[in-house]
């Protein structure tokens, strides 16, 4: 009984059994070969000068005049302002796109209809634009010469429609790879079981699709609050209204001050892996109820 009940709890061969101070516990056992240690390690050396030492440095530069001028810096009402409007225009755009995108991936996979190939394409054209030539694009079409009548130029809605522009792929792409791999027959299995269509939907396809759905949002958010190229012509950049984090961050560094601008990226750095941690513990917990 004790064997069956340790093998289910602690199972597969990647656990080793120890004794302690405390009882018999287990750990986990490397299986690298010596090949994969030394990718590993080259992996991690590159990573580390890529991404972990910049990332250093730049919270350190903000901590470096200590937490009153962190302070100082932090509820500057201007960068206040900046930091409110990046992270409430990015936390809606990424609302929006789950949504969304999540609809378009469905359509693209399960249904058929003339254009489809077209709008595959389409969808993969934020990607491929540089981002100032879709501010350019933006500003044409939703500025003072809009051929719809519709100015919305030195808004708070052109820094949305600029943030929608950028991240509408991500949750696209996240989703429908796994959306194809979800056979209708899993559905219609369930529905046979009894299942209605709305149980079908949040007990079978919603679990299934959860994982792509959180990476595409974390991706579609971290993507908003560091935009700049698409915004510069047709947000106006104005302080208090239109004015965000990454012009924020630009105008400091500009003046000579390095380690306010440090200030400002480090919040937004901690911010946005907080949303990543908080979408991955979400994806868990629906996938689970599923």
């Known amino acids: 009984m004790t064997q069956l009940l340790e093998t289910a709890v602690f199972p597969g061969p990647d656990r080793e059994k120890r004794s302690g101070p405390g009882g018999v516990f287990y750990r986990p056992v490397s299986t690298l070969t010596k090949g994969s240690g030394l990718a590993l390690g080259i992996a991690v050396t590159w990573f580390s000068i890529l991404v972990l030492i910049p990332l250093s440095a730049v919270v350190a530069t903000a901590l470096a005049g200590g937490w009153a001028a962190f302070w100082d810096t932090l509820t500057n009402a201007q960068t206040l302002a900046a930091i409110a409007l990046t992270l409430g225009e990015a936390a809606l755009v990424t609302v929006v796109n789950v949504v969304i995108g999540t609809v378009i991936a469905w359509v693209l996979v399960r249904d058929k209809f003339p254009g489809k190939r077209l709008m595959e394409i389409v969808i993969d054209v934020p990607f491929a634009l540089p981002t100032i030539v879709a501010g350019l694009v933006l500003l044409g ?146 996938a689970r109820r599923g």
Do not use: C, H, K, M
């Not at 052109?158 to 996240?174: E, G, I, K, N, Q």
């Not at 299995?189 to 939907?201: I, V």
């Not at 390095?258 to 908080?278: E, K, N, R």
């Open 141 to 286: 079409l939703y500025g003072p010469r809009s051929p719809i009548s519709w100015d919305v130029a030195n808004t708070r809605t052109a820094v949305f429609l600029a943030f929608a522009f950028v991240t509408l792929p991500f949750v696209v792409r996240a989703v429908q790879p796994v959306l194809e791999e979800l056979e209708p027959e899993v559905e219609q299995a369930a529905r046979s079981l009894g299942a209605s269509g709305r149980q079908a939907l949040t007990r079978v396809v919603l679990p299934a699709l959860a994982p792509a759905i959180a990476a595409g949002a974390a991706l579609s958010f971290a993507r908003a609050v560091s935009e700049y190229g698409s915004l510069v012509l047709i947000s106006g950049n104005l302080a208090l209204r239109t004015e965000v984090t990454s012009v924020r961050i630009l105008t400091y560094v500009e003046g000579g001050q390095s380690a306010q601008a440090a200030v400002v990226a480090t919040v937004i750095l901690v911010v946005a892996l907080l949303v990543i941690v908080a979408l991955d513990v979400l994806q868990r917990r629906v």
